[in-house]
């Protein structure tokens, strides 16, 4: 990175746009809201597909969140009040028990997390028709690829890559795209929603 972003409180998050909710599944497959995931604590959301490949895409915004949970969980101030939500935008292939298997995998938390760690949710949706008020709600636009030939779906999908800083009352406080999504930004960004909560460096 070649800027050293401002400091933590240092400048103000604009509020937004209210989180949208919608029904979801976790990963032991239980209808949930997703307002159950993001009510209450700081929540870092980034849809996504287990099968993306793009390395500016899905694994990109993997990696970011990978290194700004092992950093948040440096700050004993941060437990409780933050949490990490990757909702898939496949939820034909990506059933409950393949983000549980992928999170896994991915050093994510199924359901739940210990008492050392923080959340991170693996979601996804019965259908495509339950996601898509969703990713209406929240402006995550997503094209199914196709095969021109024949017509038929490629299991792959076109979209931005989009992830989502939510406050602890559901409002949208910053949208990430590839270009943004750079660790030590949105860290500084999370502390600096901390100090607005009245959190206090430990």
Not at 23 to 40: H, S, Y
Not at 100 to 125: I, K, M, N, R, V
Not at 175 to 189: K, R
Request: proline residues 5%; hydrophobic residues 40%; neutral net charge.
């Amino acid at each position: 990175m070649d800027f050293v972003p401002p400091a933590a409180g240092s400048y103000k998050l604009e509020r937004i746009q209210p989180a949208t909710d919608g029904a979801v599944l976790d990963a032991e497959g239980k209808r949930r809201r997703l307002a159950d995931f993001t009510q209450g604590r700081i929540t870092l959301l980034a849809f996504m597909y287990a099968s993306c490949v793009d390395p500016n895409g899905c694994p990109y915004a993997l990696t970011v969140m990978h290194t700004l949970k092992a950093e948040l969980e440096k700050l004993p101030e941060a437990r409780g009040r933050i949490g990490f939500v990757s909702l898939s935008f496949d939820p034909e292939r990506d059933t409950p028990q393949a983000l549980a298997h992928y999170a896994h995998e991915h050093g994510g938390h199924a359901h739940g997390s210990a008492a050392q760690h923080l959340a991170w949710d693996f979601l996804t949706t019965r259908s495509r028709r339950e996601l898509l008020p969703i990713l209406n709600g929240f402006g995550q636009d997503v094209g199914v690829d196709v095969d021109k030939a024949t017509g038929k779906p490629l299991g792959t999908y076109s979209h931005v890559l989009k992830v989502f800083l939510i406050d602890r009352q559901r409002m949208v406080r910053e949208i990430y795209t590839t270009d943004y999504l750079l660790a030590p930004m949105v860290l500084n960004d999370i502390k600096t929603l901390l100090m607005e909560d009245g959190v206090r460096r430990k």
